[in-house]
């Protein structure tokens, strides 16, 4: 029954009153179901107090009809509150607030609108041994720092506006200080691929574009020696294809990174376009198979320098070690091209992955001669409890327990056994900036979805021509590294 025709009802019923003596009585209306009660209760609003009279005599009427119609106004005015209460209490409904292993979530009912608040907490303890070294060509005692670190403390802002548009703000806060990462606007509004504006990554090597959350290894192989200081972030405009069950396309043009124009000075930005494509003939669950290429084409600023500064080619043996094997600087550079190979699959609980970088560096002036350099690793897992890694749009991402840690329940969440060859050479006729190979033993322990436990050991040998030798002045071999991380994300 609709609430003006049980207004009605009540005004009659009080116009109607023959009781011999008066009295007052309180009336309240269900919001939901909009009948009427005579005592309080849930969801029942407060329509006013009713005084119920004798009947008069004719000559009394018009009194009784004008307090009969200050009844109805009453009665008209409680019925718009009412009204006003239920499209507060709908327009409360729209909006939706979560809490869960993703973090913090805000959307509307239609999903247009959606803000999302996450972040990442990777605490690190390291200790090397046979790392008492000098630094080459000097008598400068040098050795790996033990200790603790927090590797990357990151917070997210992700959000959706009118459904099409999407943005990304990323912090880090480690080292204690700041340093923008991810910062940038999509639009999806398109059927067949997205246009992403903004710091991003750039499009080249699988293990660089994953994220650090999803990495089996606490560090990124040798092969980043050479992708990391010249295909990580930049600023620039991308455009990738929809995920497809099979392939995977982008393409995107870049410049420098945020920080460059602080750190480059009185010099025009340098620029670089990028390309990637995979395809995976199989993509079922816990059956993968893929294949993909890269290309990369860079062209330093004027003053030599590449994304934020001059280009060096290092590996440090962990985050905070401070001792870097290879540390070799290159100067004079005219343009930066590079290949990027790689593959992997996935079968039940085994995951295995390999990627390979050529990189040519064409340098100015006769006197300085062109480089080639090229780095590659190959790795291969085994969850131990049984899960399966995922596979989406050319990315693997970690695997989720198929039952969570618990003393209580009994669970003991999952358990991950990995291990990696890498190698990188920067060693090109009399250039010779190092040459280096080593192998990695992983074992993660997946609490949950957020909580992971990871145990790393990582050898280094075959070490040549690098930035350091033994105090007897030989090269430096059979480097030790370990490192235990706790990580949450989400």
């Known amino acids: 029954m609709k609430l003006s025709t049980l207004t009605l009802a009540v005004t009659a019923a009080l116009g109607a009153g023959a009781a011999s003596s008066a009295y007052a009585i309180d ?3 269900d919001v939901k179901t909009k009948q009427i009660y005579a005592e309080p209760g849930r969801n029942r609003v407060k329509m006013g107090s009713f005084v119920q009279v004798d009947e008069m005599a004719p000559a009394a009427q018009p009194a009784q009809s004008e307090e009969l119609a200050a009844v109805k106004q009453d009665l008209e005015m409680k019925t718009n509150e009412i009204k006003a209460l239920q499209e507060h209490m709908t327009e409360a409904e729209k909006v939706k607030v979560t809490m869960d292993k993703k973090g913090l979530q805000v959307e509307s009912a239609d999903k247009d609108f ?3 608040l996450g972040g990442r907490i990777q605490a690190d303890a390291n200790y090397s041994n046979n790392d008492d070294f000098v630094e ?76 650090s959350n999803d ?6 192989s040798l092969m980043n ?25 982008a393409l995107g043009i870049y410049g420098d990174t945020i920080s460059a124009n602080k750190n480059n000075g009185k010099a025009d ?8 494509t995979t395809y995976a ?48 600087p290159v100067k004079n550079i005219n343009n930066i091209k590079m290949l990027g190979l790689e593959t992997g699959g996935i079968y039940g609980p085994f995951s295995a992955s390999a990627e390979y970088t050529r990189t040519w560096l064409d340098r100015k002036d006769s006197g300085n001669d062109n480089l080639e350099f090229d780095g590659w690793y190959v790795d291969a897992a085994w969850s131990i409890t049984g899960e399966s890694r995922k596979f989406k749009s050319g990315k693997f991402y970690k695997i989720d327990p198929t039952k969570n840690f618990s003393l209580k329940n009994g669970g003991w969440g999952a358990w991950e056994l990995a291990t990696r060859y890498s190698a990188v050479d920067l060693n090109d006729g009399s250039f010779k900036g190092g040459e280096l190979s080593n192998i990695t033993v992983a074992l993660n322990w997946y609490f949950n979805s957020n909580f992971r436990l990871m145990a790393d050991y990582t050898r280094a ?23 235990l991380r706790a990580q949450l994300a989400y």
């Not at 990495?215 to 990124?220: A, D, Q, S, V, Y």
């Not at 003053?303 to 043996?317: F, P, S």
């Open 225 to 249: 020696v050479l992708n990391g200081p010249v295909v990580d972030r930049a600023i620039g405009l991308n455009l990738q294809s929809k995920a497809k069950d099979t392939w995977t396309a």
């Open 114 to 116: 959606q803000f999302k």
């Open 461 to 483: 040998f075959s070490i040549k021509n690098p930035a350091v030798t033994t105090v007897s002045g030989g090269d430096p071999d059979n480097n030790n590294t370990f490192t």
């Open 269 to 276: 930005e340098g620029w670089s376009v990028s390309g990637r």
């Open 136 to 211: 080459a060509g000097t008598t400068d005692h040098v050795e790996a720092n033990d200790g603790t670190e927090f590797r990357r403390a990151r917070i997210d802002f992700t959000g959706v506006f009118f459904k099409d548009w999407n943005f990304k703000t990323q912090a880090d806060f480690a080292d204690n200080s700041v340093a923008m990462k991810d910062l940038f606007m999509e639009y999806t509004g398109l059927n067949f691929m997205n246009v992403t504006g903004g710091q991003q990554k750039q499009n080249f090597s699988r293990e660089l574009l994953e994220s």
């Open 27 to 29: 009336l309240y209306v």
């Open 281 to 328: 003939p199989i993509d079922e669950k816990g059956k993968m198979i893929y294949a993909g290429i890269a290309g990369n084409y860079r062209a330093p600023n004027a003053n030599d320098q590449v994304l934020d500064k001059g280009l060096v080619y290092e590996y440090e043996t962990d985050h905070m070690s401070n001792l870097f094997l290879i540390e070799t």
């Open 215 to 220: 990495l089996m290894f606490t560090e990124r």
